[in-house]
């Protein structure tokens, strides 16, 4: 039964069929009512969808902001950081450098331990 639950939380109450039989209505609106994350969750998801559409005019940076404190709050950190790698990719300035094997590590901390060895 949850499963079925689930997509009707993402669309908006006016939206929905109007072929959900009585039970179901009845817990859809119980969970509205008592678990008032899953509307926020839901009405988030719905805005997200707008964003990716492009219907949204507030913004991606606006969704994840208002997201922040939800349930979605782990999707909206995960889209933050992708958007920070992609504007550090971008900068024509942006160099990589290789890895470091594990002996060029080592000198480099003595290195940076030797002021400290020779005093």
Do not use: Y
């Amino acid at each position: 039964m949850a499963a079925a639950i689930a997509p009707e939380l993402c669309i908006a109450p006016e939206r929905r069929p109007d072929t959900l039989d009585e039970q179901t209505e009845r817990l859809l609106h119980h969970l509205h009512e008592n678990a008032p994350e899953l509307s926020i969750a839901g009405e988030l998801a719905r805005r997200f969808a707008a964003v990716i559409r492009g219907d949204d005019d507030a913004g991606l940076e606006q969704w994840i902001a208002d997201a922040t404190g939800s349930e979605l709050a782990s999707l909206a950190a995960g889209i933050g950081r992708d958007i920070a790698l992609c504007e550090a990719m971008s900068r024509p300035t942006m160099r990589f450098v290789p890895v470091k094997t594990a002996k060029q590590q080592a000198a480099l901390m003595l290195v940076a331990r030797l002021p400290k060895i020779m005093a």
